[in-house]
């Protein structure tokens, strides 16, 4: 067994069972409720909440909060908590900034699938010292809809995320059918933490069942990895760049390494969030369920 870092260059992610504790986890949970209550009425997306159709009931269901860390203070100090910066700071190194937080709910009673795909093919950067870390709200179980990693393919290719000419933040089915037999499923009790690197193609499956599972994701990079769409893309300005920093102190001296990068372009014509991206074009892998 080598050490964190090793199994994470090696592998692509690592596991962390129960790193945050319980307390937290529930002040998150009740946090998490009422915000979900504050919604009831909601029908279509504003700058909190991703509404999108149930795909079988046909109503509107919340599927994401965007950018908690702007909603909630507590989601802006958990990724600065020792028991992640310590991670990081093994994985990433001293200096390392946050550039976006989502919150995707995949509630009980049929929430979709996510097609594979690689976080990169949405935000190259000039190096891919990026990463996102996974914070499990609910117990990630097989079958309410649990996240898929497919080992070392963060050291391949970043593969085209278009369909239709357009950029769907999906791998085609020919990619996808050949990750399937390696993927892991990845589970956890509540408060168990994943990391996994921004190249790692991953996927979800859908959640049938009667239980929640909701998963808080944090995009996070050294700071010398700059976004190749430029800082305006993803950062409201250089001031905000800087209050993102989760340890360490921002750079304006890019590194550049010799990483295969594809652009998200041409882009769709509503840029929404993955769940709608993906549904709007045709490469609909979606694993059902795990016996596909
Ligand atoms: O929440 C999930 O099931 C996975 C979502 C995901 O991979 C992403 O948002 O990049």
Redesign the pocket.
Known sequence: MGSLKETYLDKGYVVFENLLPMSLIEDLRAIVDSLIDNAAALTTSDEVYEILDDPNSGKPRIERIKSPHKVRPLFNELIRCPEITDVLRTLLGPDVRLQNS?L?L?SQGGSAA?AW?Q?WAFYPHTNDDVL?VGIMIDDMTENN?P?LFAPETHRGPVYDHTSNGFFCGAVNESVAETLTPTARIITGTAGTVTFHHARLL???IANPSIYP?R?L?YEVMAADAWPLAGCSAFFESWDSMNERMVIGVQSTSPRLTNVPVRMPQPEPSKRTS?FQIQRDGSDQYYLDDLNR
């Open positions: 989502k995707n995949k996510v795909h976080d996102a809809g996240v991953h996927a979800s599972r998963l994701l993955i």
